[in-house]
Nanobody, 116 residues
Framework: QVQLVESGGGLVQPGGSLRLSCAASGFSFSNYAMRWYRQAPGKEREMVATITSAGGSTNYPDSVKGRFTISRDNAKNTVYLQMNSLKPEDTAVYYC?????????WGQGTQVTVSS
């Protein structure tokens, strides 16, 4: 079975950092581009980071650029999201996502709360 298992979410103070991990199994991870999305209550789901299958290219929206970094370790079938200088507006459920030309998969989501 295909699984994307996330970890690393939680409560953090403004200005703090978190690293999210997403461990993949049941598919050929190294052939898939990976993304992180987030969704806050009452808002549309927003892509916050993307990385190509070999890890050679990344993209971020202006809302997180310079603060978030996506990376992957294909030997461990894991994608990461390093989040620095966190703001209250970063509070959301964060989801990892895998895609190739044929298939897409979603993780279950993990809550990130940034609050003083």
């Amino acid at each position: 079975q295909v699984q994307l298992v996330e970890s690393g979410g939680g409560l953090v103070q403004p200005g703090g950092s978190l690293r999210l991990s997403c461990a993949a199994s049941g598919f050929s991870f190294s052939n898939y581009a990976m993304r992180w999305y987030r969704q806050a209550p009452g808002k549309e789901r927003e892509m916050v980071a993307t990385i190509t299958s070999a890890g050679g290219s990344t993209n971020y929206p202006d809302s997180v650029k310079g603060r978030f970094t996506i990376s992957r370790d294909n030997a461990k079938n894991t994608v990461y999201l390093q989040m620095n200088s966190l703001k209250p507006e970063d509070t959301a459920v964060y989801y990892c996502y895998a895609s190739n030309l044929w298939y897409t998969y979603w993780g279950q989501g993990t809550q990130v709360t940034v609050s003083s």
